[in-house]
C-alpha cells in the first residue's frame, strides 16, 4: 500500500503564495504521474496540474502562469509553488499518483486526504 500526505495548506490573502508538497510512502518501485486536483464547494473536481517522472508537466488553463508543478523522484515528493492566489483558487488541494508497486506490475491510483486552501479577497 501506498500513503499520500499532503502539506502545505492554509489561510492566504489574495495576490499571496502558498507552496504544497505531497509525499508518497509505502512499497513503492516507481511513479508514473503525479498530480495535483482540487474541489471547490458546489464544484466538480478539477486538474490543476500533472508531472510525468521525466518532467512532462499539464498545467490548467486557469492557473497557467501562476502555478508551478515540480516532482523530486528521489524523495517521491511533488510541489505545487501557487503564486498570485485568487479567491477563486479557494479549495480542497489532493495529491494523486500513479505508483508501481513493482517491476512488471501494472500502476495503481492513490489519492491524500487533501488540503484546505482559502483565499481571501
Known amino acids: 500500500q501506498v500513503q499520500l500526505v499532503e502539506s502545505g495548506g492554509g489561510l492566504v490573502q489574495a495576490g499571496g503564495s502558498l507552496r504544497l508538497s505531497c509525499a508518497a510512502s509505502?512499497?513503492?518501485?516507481?511513479?508514473?504521474?503525479m498530480a495535483w486536483y482540487r474541489q471547490a464547494p458546489g464544484k466538480q473536481r478539477e486538474l490543476v496540474a500533472s508531472?510525468?517522472?521525466?518532467?512532462?508537466?499539464n498545467v490548467a488553463d486557469s492557473v497557467k502562469g501562476r502555478f508551478t508543478i515540480s516532482r523530486d523522484n528521489a524523495k517521491n515528493t511533488v510541489y505545487l509553488q501557487m503564486n498570485s492566489l485568487k479567491p477563486e483558487d479557494t479549495g480542497v488541494y489532493l495529491c494523486?499518483?500513479?505508483?508501481?508497486?513493482?517491476?512488471?506490475?501494472?500502476?495503481?491510483?492513490?489519492w491524500g486526504q487533501g488540503t484546505q486552501i482559502t483565499v481571501s479577497s
Open positions: 508531472i510525468t517522472s521525466v518532467g512532462t508537466t
Open positions: 494523486n499518483a500513479d505508483v508501481v508497486h513493482a517491476r512488471w506490475f501494472p500502476a495503481r491510483n492513490y
Open positions: 509505502g512499497t513503492i518501485f516507481s511513479i508514473n504521474v
